[in-house]
């Protein structure tokens, strides 16, 4: 079944303009991001810095949780999950 990666606007030229991203489950964050990686590169350099850690102004969240508060990139993605990326917004 897999898990599905929903991108908002601001993401989706990374990716061939797509709204959602059908990847591999199960696993954890860092594994969709691996596979992220290998099929939209560009998607992957705006998620993760140079040491593969989830860039500061991305957020992630599976199934409604913050990965962050949960196990961080080793967060579980179970087979059906939906996954949000969103970018911080700043500006005054």
Do not use: F, H
Not at 23 to 49: F, I, M, N, Q, Y
């Amino acid at each position: 079944m897999g898990a599905v990666i929903l991108l908002p606007g601001v993401l989706r030229p990374e990716a061939a303009d797509a709204s959602r991203l059908e990847v591999s489950a199960p696993g954890t964050v860092r594994d969709v991001l691996t596979e992220v990686a290998e099929r939209w590169p560009r998607l992957s350099k705006r998620l993760r810095d140079e040491r593969g850690e989830l860039r500061r102004y991305v957020n992630l969240y599976v199934d409604g949780e913050e990965c962050r508060r949960v196990k961080g990139l080793d967060t579980p993605v179970p087979d059906g999950a939906e996954i949000q990326i969103i970018p911080s917004v700043a500006g005054g």
